[in-house]
């Protein structure tokens, strides 16, 4: 569960941003829409289960994202796909010469297997320059490690850290100045990081819709099991796309076949997949195809392939198997624009699965961009999940909350929104030149 996230320094973000997942204890609307956990240290506090992201194209509602999205990749493969000498991946903010070479700075609050914990880092391209894991099994915090790099020495320092922690000198020494020690100690089995390590590592996810290419493999390879068979299809007949049924065919396929058959478009597609799988022209690998039913004004109902299909019911098609695995396991999900392609009724009530009890009974969250004014419901989403971004004129992301300009229980939101009371919108005073 996803409780806080902060950012410096990074893409269109050069000030302290924080976004929060704590509900405010003064508004009791929609409980379904609030995660009740009994933490240490933080008894009474309740936390949303999402979040929406409004504001113009180009105010930094992607690089928000982008900006968790980088922390989580760090973790994930700093240890195991970067290279001595390689750079971090961190993208600083270009707009003033200043910040070009401070260190882009995050700091997150999760909770994993019940435990809170915080983690900190402070990194430039070149590399890491502090890095943090604090953590609350029993509400007071532990310090688990703290590595800063001190320049005048060209070395790092570690502080001394807590008697709960199981401190390892060895995995201290093979941690590089361009990688996390919390990345490095999972690969030896260190207990207490590889706990913490997991959660980026599975629980937090990113899902792009805006890929033409998003795969619907997850969605087809579920619709074989008995428990999300008959869920699959309810979602599909349920959406209005005309859909009866689902059939799949799996087929063994060489990778020159692939080639032969894949239409121009896709012919990188495999050669990506052969370079990645380390593939000879000769392997096979399983080839899933999808078709939908359809009913006629026939006897018989129609089907149609995959690729014959609307953009959006590809996506809807796509998104349902990881949307059920989200609902199922407690993921904490990050969507840009989530309405790509699809209807803003049918985004809308995609939201109304996760913000269920009954659905959502492990406290799923999601935080999404989008610039879909009818998501700004009352009896969707409650005032505090609402945030915005704006751009200042000096280029930079300033990322707020809807509680700043604390608006009725009754106000109208996306009326209000439109006609720019909470900010956030373009502004074209005398509307596009040509």
Same mark, same amino acid.
């Given at each position: 569960?996803?409780?806080?996230?902060?950012?410096?320094?990074?893409?269109?973000?050069?000030?302290?941003?924080?976004?929060?997942?704590?509900?405010?204890?003064?508004?009791?609307?929609?409980?379904?829409?609030?995660?009740?956990?009994?933490?240490?240290?933080?008894?009474?506090?309740?936390?949303?289960?999402?979040?929406?992201?409004?504001?113009?194209?180009?105010?930094?509602?992607?690089?928000?994202?982008?900006?968790?999205?980088?922390?989580?990749?760090?973790?994930?493969?700093?240890?195991?796909?970067?290279?001595?000498?390689?750079?971090?991946?961190?993208?600083?903010?270009?707009?003033?010469?200043?910040?070009?070479?401070?260190?882009?700075? !995050?700091?997150?609050?999760?909770?994993?297997?019940?435990?809170?914990?915080?983690?900190?880092?402070?990194?430039?391209?070149?590399?890491?320059?502090?890095?943090?894991?604090?953590?609350?099994?029993?509400?007071?915090?532990?310090?688990?490690?703290?590595?800063?790099?001190?320049?005048?020495?060209?070395?790092?320092?570690?502080?001394?850290?807590?008697?709960?922690?199981?401190?390892?000198?060895?995995?201290?020494?093979?941690?590089?100045?361009?990688?996390?020690?919390?990345?490095?100690?999972?690969?030896?089995?260190?207990?207490?990081?590889?706990?913490?390590?997991?959660?980026?590592?599975?629980?937090?996810?990113?899902?792009?819709?805006?890929?033409?290419?998003?795969?619907?493999? !997850?969605?087809?390879?579920?619709?074989?099991?008995?428990?999300?068979?008959?869920?699959?299809?309810?979602?599909?007949?349920?959406?209005?796309?005309?859909?009866?049924?689902?059939?799949?065919?799996?087929?063994?396929?060489?990778?020159?076949?692939?080639?032969?058959?894949?239409?121009?478009?896709?012919?990188?597609?495999?050669?990506?997949?052969?370079?990645?799988?380390?593939?000879?022209?000769?392997?096979?690998?399983?080839?899933?195809?999808?078709?939908?039913?359809?009913?006629?004004?026939?006897?018989?109902?129609?089907?149609?392939?995959?690729?014959?299909?609307?953009?959006?019911?590809?996506?809807?098609?796509?998104?349902?198997?990881?949307?059920?695995?989200?609902?199922?396991?407690?993921?904490?999900?990050?969507?840009?624009?989530?309405?790509?392609?699809?209807?803003?009724?049918?985004?809308?009530?995609?939201?109304?699965?996760?913000?269920?009890?009954?659905?959502?009974?492990?406290?799923?969250?999601?935080?999404?961009?989008?610039?879909?004014?009818?998501?700004?419901?009352?009896?969707?989403?409650?005032?505090?999940?609402?945030?915005?971004?704006?751009?200042?004129?000096?280029?930079?992301?300033?990322?707020?909350?809807?509680?700043?300009?604390?608006?009725?229980?009754?106000?109208?939101?996306?009326?209000?929104?439109?006609?720019?009371?909470?900010?956030?919108?373009?502004?074209?005073?005398?509307?596009?030149?040509?």
């Amino acid at each position: 569960m996803l409780i806080e996230f902060k950012v410096s320094n990074y893409r269109s973000i050069r000030e302290e941003q924080t976004f929060s997942l704590v509900a405010a204890n003064s508004d009791k609307e929609l409980p379904s829409c609030v995660i009740e956990r009994d933490l240490p240290g933080l008894s009474g506090v309740r936390f949303l289960k999402g979040a929406a992201i409004y504001g113009a194209n180009a105010s930094g509602k992607s690089n928000f994202i982008e900006a968790v999205n980088f922390l989580a990749e760090f973790v994930r493969n700093s240890a195991t796909k970067l290279q001595p000498g390689d750079p971090t991946g961190t993208k600083p903010f270009k707009l003033d010469r200043n910040s070009i070479l401070k260190p882009s700075i !995050f700091e997150i609050t999760f909770v994993s297997e019940g435990v809170r914990y915080l983690f900190g880092l402070s990194v430039t391209v070149q590399r890491v320059i502090e890095e943090y894991l604090i953590a609350y099994p029993k509400g007071a915090p532990q310090r688990w490690y703290h590595r800063k790099f001190n320049k005048s020495k060209n070395t790092y320092e570690w502080a001394k850290p807590s008697t709960a922690f199981k401190s390892d000198k060895n995995l201290q020494d093979k941690t590089r100045e361009n990688s996390l020690f919390l990345s490095v100690g999972p690969q030896f089995n260190h207990p207490q990081l590889d706990k913490v390590f997991k959660w980026f590592k599975n629980n937090l996810r990113f899902i792009n819709l805006r890929d033409l290419r998003i795969d619907p493999a !997850f969605t087809a390879n579920l619709f074989h099991n008995t428990d999300y068979h008959d869920r699959i299809l309810n979602l599909l007949r349920s959406a209005d796309f005309g859909i009866t049924d689902v059939k799949i065919q799996e087929k063994e396929m060489s990778i020159d076949e692939m080639k032969k058959r894949a239409r121009p478009s896709l012919i990188s597609d495999v050669a990506e997949i052969e370079k990645k799988y380390s593939l000879k022209s000769d392997d096979t690998v399983k080839m899933i195809k999808v078709n939908l039913e359809h009913k006629s004004d026939g006897i018989d109902p129609v089907l149609l392939e995959y690729g014959e299909e609307s953009a959006g019911t590809q996506r809807f098609f796509s998104l349902i198997g990881p949307w059920i695995d989200i609902l199922d396991n407690g993921y904490t999900v990050f969507i840009d624009e989530i309405e790509t392609s699809l209807h803003p009724i049918l985004v809308r009530e995609i939201l109304r699965l996760l913000f269920c009890s009954k659905h959502n009974p492990r406290g799923a969250q999601i935080v999404f961009t989008t610039q879909n004014t009818i998501l700004l419901d009352n009896t969707l989403m409650r005032r505090d999940q609402i945030w915005f971004t704006e751009k200042t004129p000096e280029g930079t992301t300033h990322l707020y909350p809807l509680t700043d300009y604390q608006p009725r229980k009754d106000e109208a939101l996306a009326k209000g929104y439109l006609a720019g009371r909470y900010g956030a919108i373009p502004f074209l005073q005398d509307g596009l030149k040509l």
